[in-house]
């Protein structure tokens, strides 16, 4: 028995249709997981699920609309069966700066990333807890390590979700549910992209405080979230994992 192995294991990916969510897919799938990824369009799911192949399943859920999170769960795992894990991974990032930042900005960042990653949580843990087991992956981020500027509402979204994680790791271990958080450094995607090519000055200051010097593949985060999902990381819960080529201890 292979404990890194996911085979006959759930899961449910959000935002999967570009990305980190779309490597954690093809890593899970890769490892034997059966795998539904979330996405907003129609168009987005199917143009990657042609890239991870038919063992991936796609679910329309725009998590913003939390009161569709509910009915959502319920007919997901009633068209697929029970989900055994859930990575929260969809979320948006804004750049600006501090004066700029409108009361609609924030409120919509602390949505996507935040609330809504409760919402959902919350969903799936009420059918977890009966079975007592589950595993929950959360993804937060380098701006919760340490502060980068022109990134507030993402930063106190993303320090949230892990105080969420650690409150949920608690209230839930007795209960057979692990609960762990990922955070990312700095990963080449189009998130990233729009945040870094555009300021080659802040490229550089990421480059230059990170020892491996270079940006992170999405299959970093896949594989991480692959070992955190597994039985071989049954004893660990509540821990926040960087996964960043040393950038959160650089120097
Ligand atoms: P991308 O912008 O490449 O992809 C975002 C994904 O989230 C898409 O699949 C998108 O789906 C989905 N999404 C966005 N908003 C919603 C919504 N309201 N409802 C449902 N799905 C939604 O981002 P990344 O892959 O770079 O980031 C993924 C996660 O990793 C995020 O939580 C981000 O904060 C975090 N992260 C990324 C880092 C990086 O360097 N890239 C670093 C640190 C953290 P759709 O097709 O519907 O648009």
């Known amino acids: 028995m292979n404990k890194f192995s996911l085979s006959g294991k759930r899961a449910l990916i959000t935002g999967g249709t570009r990305g980190l969510g779309q490597a ?20 987005g ?18 998590v913003d609309d939390l009161e569709s999170i509910e009915p959502f769960v319920h007919e997901t795992e009633k068209k697929y069966g029970s989900i055994d894990i859930l990575v929260n991974n969809a979320g948006i990032n804004q750049k600006k700066e501090i004066p700029d930042v409108t009361d609609e900005d924030y409120a919509r960042i602390i949505l996507t990333n935040q609330q809504a990653v409760f919402a959902l949580t919350r969903e799936m843990t009420k059918r977890m807890l009966p079975r007592k087991t589950g595993c929950i992956i959360m993804i937060s981020s380098m701006a919760s ?4 500027p022109k990134v507030i509402a993402y930063t106190a979204s993303k320090a949230a979700v892990e105080g969420m994680t650690k409150a949920m790791a608690v209230e839930l271990s007795p209960f057979g ?25 802040r490229k550089q200051k990421v480059l230059s405080r990170t020892p491996m010097a270079k940006l992170g593949k999405p299959e970093d985060i896949g594989n991480a979230a692959v070992f955190l999902s597994s039985d071989a990381a049954s004893f660990i819960t509540g821990i ?4 960043d080529g040393g950038n959160s201890i650089g120097f």
């Open 24 to 43: 954690i897919a093809k890593a899970f799938i890769e490892n034997g997981a059966e795998v539904i990824i979330t996405g907003r369009t129609q168009e």
């Open 177 to 201: 549910i692990r609960v762990n958080c990922i955070a990312p450094g700095f990963i080449e995607t189009d998130m990233s992209s729009k945040a870094l090519n555009s300021d080659p000055e």
């Open 45 to 62: 799911l199917d143009a990657s699920i042609t890239q991870l192949g038919n063992q991936c399943r796609g679910a329309l859920l725009n």
């Open 145 to 148: 390590q340490y502060g980068i």
């Open 240 to 243: 926040v994992l960087p996964v």
